[in-house]
């Protein structure tokens, strides 16, 4: 018997544009009560992937604290689900089963599991696409149901060409979610947001390794509640229209518009990943052709999508309009929504704090004053309480609503990473405001 799980969308904007005016933004909230597509939970792998290369004993709490994390992310598989763990090094190789396989957690199963975990030693390089590609092949084993991955490094990808890294992510894409994180500072966070953007997860520092422990406890927790598997945004366009880009920007500003698929004539999809109970925003904006006053039209059909059984059409969960109408009325016409606005400002903070963190590296000084003062501004007019706390680490901040900040002499590499991983996590609009 067949449930149909709780989806919603929400479509925020203003739909009136001036005479000529052509582009069209809207904010598309979706949100999940959690329900199951099917009355049994459905079935779900989760693999484990564990840097054990050399640098990971300095200093040794870095493979203590991983193997205990890796433990407790078992610990925390629900029984029935499918798992394995694999040891990255120069190359991949099994921890558990010693087979490429995948074994169905019990008490049984784990316990072998955190044994074979137990004994990890560290030696040898880092080619991190290797690392995936041994997933994705245990991955293969369930073609169907919520398929994810944990991810954990300490280092930079060094023993394979960073064509051999795009190649294997190019062969995972589509195929499973990878949240990744790298723990101490000796990692590149360009390198691994590359590979979670690639395989829709979440990057972050884990700067001290004793953390480690509880940040499994919470991606494997967050894993075990996603219940509703590849679930895709379909969106339809008119014909003389174009759809500029879609990006989500809650919980983090990431760029879907290069990961569209097409599914029928001026339709595309774009994979949002696995779903529990939770809420995501995506912003999309559509160029249309000028109206005359008054008309009004449909600039995109938004659909939440999931594969519907073999040689069937996929399920609709959810729709959604973005509406365009042309106005003479300028009060109506220059009205900016507030969620858009929000969102375009929180899009341009994460760009503006990576950018002025380059600039700092690269020794213009001037550019990473201008971009980091802009981002303390755009952090304080958003709300964006953990950014600002981050960037007060990397500037002094002489006044926050002008922008006007000094670059601090001396700043903790961990600090600054952590500005960097987290730059483009976001925040809903403050109550009242949208």
């Known amino acids: 018997m067949s449930e149909q799980p709780q989806f919603s969308i929400k479509v925020d904007q203003n739909k009136f544009l001036p005479e000529g005016g052509r582009e069209v933004h809207a904010i598309v909230s979706v949100e999940s009560a959690g329900g199951t597509l099917a009355a049994a939970p459905p079935a779900a792998a989760e693999v484990i992937i564990i840097d054990h290369s050399g640098s990971m004993t300095y200093p040794e709490t870095k493979m203590r604290s991983a193997i205990a994390a890796a ?21 991949a190789s099994m921890v558990y089963p010693t087979e490429t396989v995948l074994k169905r957690a019990d008490a049984e199963t784990r316990r072998e599991a955190k044994a074979a975990v137990g004994r990890l030693r560290a030696y040898g390089g880092t080619a991190i696409g290797s690392w995936l590609r041994l997933a994705n092949e245990l991955f293969e084993q369930l073609e169907e149901g919520v398929r994810h991955a944990i991810l954990l490094t300490d280092g930079k990808n060094q ?33 691994l947001r590359k590979v979670a953007s690639a395989l829709l997860g979440s990057v972050d520092i884990v700067a001290d390794p004793q953390d480690l422990v509880a940040d499994f406890q919470a991606m494997t927790e967050a894993a075990m509640g996603k219940n ?4 895709a945004l379909r969106v339809w366009t008119p014909q003389t229209s174009k759809l500029r880009f879609v990006k989500q920007v809650l919980p983090s500003v990431e760029d879907l518009t290069g990961k569209r698929t097409e599914s029928g004539p001026q339709s595309g999809d774009y994979p949002l990943g696995a779903w529990g109970a939770e809420s ?27 594969p519907g059984p073999a040689g069937t059409e996929p399920q609709v969960l959810a729709t959604g309009n ?8 300028e009060a109506q016409s220059t009205r900016i929504n507030p969620r858009v606005a929000h969102y375009t400002g929180q899009a341009e903070l994460a760009e503006v704090i990576q950018e002025g963190l380059q600039a700092r590296k690269d020794g213009d000084l001037d550019t990473a ?17 953990a950014i600002t706390t981050m960037l ?15 670059l601090k002499k001396k700043v903790d590499k961990a600090d600054e990473m952590q500005l960097e991983t987290r730059s483009t996590k976001t925040v809903r609009t403050r109550k009242g405001e949208g």
């Open 71 to 91: 433990q407790t992310a078992i610990d925390t598989i629900r029984d029935g689900v499918y798992f394995a763990v694999v040891a990255g090094s120069s190359s």
């Open 159 to 191: 023993h394979e060409t960073a064509e051999e890294l795009d190649a294997a992510l190019a062969r995972c894409t589509g195929r499973f979610v990878c949240d990744c994180r790298g723990v101490g500072t000796d990692w590149e966070v360009a390198e």
């Open 228 to 231: 509703v598997a590849d679930v």
């Open 280 to 306: 995501r925003d995506y912003h999309i904006c559509v160029e249309v052709p000028p109206g005359e006053v008054g008309k009004e039209l449909r600039a995109a059909w938004v659909k939440l999508v999931v």
């Open 322 to 329: 973005v509406l365009a109408q042309w106005t003479d009325d």
């Open 369 to 385: 004053t201008a971009r980091l003062g802009r981002a303390v501004r755009l952090a304080e007019e958003a709300g964006n309480d």
């Open 392 to 406: 007060r680490k990397v500037v002094d901040v002489v006044d926050p609503a002008t922008g006007t900040v000094r």
